[in-house]
């Protein structure tokens, strides 16, 4: 079958092809130690075998996408923490060859890969895995990362708007039959053919994880998800104001938006068996020189913080940079994302501290709790 006899329609990619009300991902399986800078040694390895193992375990299971990070100089420290990282691009690629219904999406830092190169690199991952690609657009975080290319970070505004640019000149890759021009401040294009068109007659889906007001105005302008982080426990209901205002903007420019964010997952039998993985492999063994670098580039105020204060926030970033953090037994952690849900997140993409050691178990004993609680769907076997 050629992919122009097979439609795959844009409202059939957001579900990623299912009737889950609560999509779930796993995020950053990508870089060594994955979201946890552990010296714990049994930390991930982020090598390819165990991407593929993993991803082969989470299509099994029914799990929605993976999400990698664009990372291509690690947090130093110990471990190096992120510093051995599989290119995002060609990792979706062999991983959607290895898989039959999971989705993955590439991190791609739009200053660094040029639009043409990238439209067709897009579309030709979107055919190998017939149209179960995604996008996830970066405009620049870690400056040293962009010293290694010899590119000069742009100041933050200037960062989305060469983003827009890059992404129209994509999109138009993506859809348009004629030969077209770009004339842009940043990006000068003549007589752009980009054949063929993405899988299916539609398009991959877009997400953007911008936090600032301008990121998340881009986002809002052109994604379909919104990458959203939550920090350690919650506020529900802010999380459902904040679901609802970047829904409504979203409508207001006659677009539909989901919101996703991230969470890191500790989930053992029992709360004092999680609580005590997580406190000696994360905290005790934590590795402190890459925390407090990384801390460092994302500028974290910390500033007049007591001690105790300061070492909780190192903790927190310890485990997965202060994100949602799930730490209990299978009842407790399908609850926490049952609330989510109700708050309106469309999706989570969660990490491990090693994920194909820890997802069986959480596919086991939390998925069943999903599907009793009706927010997802008992997978059909491969
Ligand atoms: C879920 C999530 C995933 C992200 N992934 C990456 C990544 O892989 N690589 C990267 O350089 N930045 C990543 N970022 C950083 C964002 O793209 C963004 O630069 C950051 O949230 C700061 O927001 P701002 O650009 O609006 O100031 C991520 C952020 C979040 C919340």
Avoid at 138 to 144: A, I, K, M, Q, R
Avoid at 257 to 273: F, H, I, Q, R
Wanted: charged share 25%.
């Amino acid at each position: 079958m050629t992919a122009a006899s097979i439609e795959v329609p844009l409202a059939k990619r957001r579900e990623f092809g299912n009737a889950n009300t609560l999509k779930l991902g796993l995020f950053g399986p990508n870089c060594s130690s994955g979201r946890t800078p552990t010296n714990a040694p049994e930390r991930w390895s982020g090598d390819w075998g165990d991407n593929l193992r993993l991803a082969r375990i989470a299509d099994e299971a029914g799990i929605d996408f993976l999400l990698p990070i664009g990372r291509w100089k690690g947090y130093g420290g110990d471990t190096d923490y992120q510093g051995t990282t599989l290119e995002v691009i060609t990792w979706a690629a062999g991983i959607l060859a290895s898989t039959r219904r999971i989705h993955a999406f590439a991190t791609v830092h739009v200053p660094l890969v040029h639009p043409v190169i990238a439209a067709k690199q897009f579309v030709t991952v979107d055919h190998i895995s017939e149209g179960r690609f995604g996008l996830n657009i970066v405009c620049g975080w870690n400056e040293d990362e962009f010293e290694m290319f010899g590119v000069t970070q742009r100041e933050h505004e200037a960062r989305y708007e060469y983003a827009q640019e890059w992404f129209d000149a994509v999109r138009r890759m993506w859809g348009e039959e004629e030969e077209f021009s770009v004339e842009g401040r940043f990006i000068n294009l003549k007589k752009v053919r980009s054949k063929p068109k993405p899988y299916g007659g539609s398009r991959p889906i877009v997400m953007n994880a911008g936090a600032s007001a301008t990121g998340q105005a881009f986002a809002i302008r052109n994604c379909d998800a919104l990458f959203t982080g939550l920090t350690g426990k919650p506020d529900f209901e802010a999380v459902a104001r904040l679901v609802a205002d970047a829904k409504g903007r979203a409508a207001e420019g006659g677009r539909e938006l989901d919101v996703y964010t991230v969470g890191v997952v500790t989930c053992k039998p029992t709360l004092a068996e999680a609580e005590a993985y997580h406190q000696h492999r994360v905290v005790y063994q934590a590795d402190w020189g890459a925390v407090d670098t990384m801390m460092r580039m994302h500028k974290v105020p910390t500033a007049g913080l007591a001690p105790e204060a300061l070492q909780r926030l190192r903790a927190a970033f310890a485990n997965g940079s202060g994100a949602y953090q799930l730490i209990g037994e299978p009842d407790y952690v399908a609850a926490e994302l049952a609330r989510l849900s109700a708050a309106g997140i469309k999706g989570i993409a969660v990490s491990f501290l090693n994920y194909a050691e820890e997802l069986p178990y959480f596919c086991q004993e939390v998925l069943p709790r999903l599907e009793r609680l009706g927010l997802r769907v008992k997978p059909q076997p491969l």
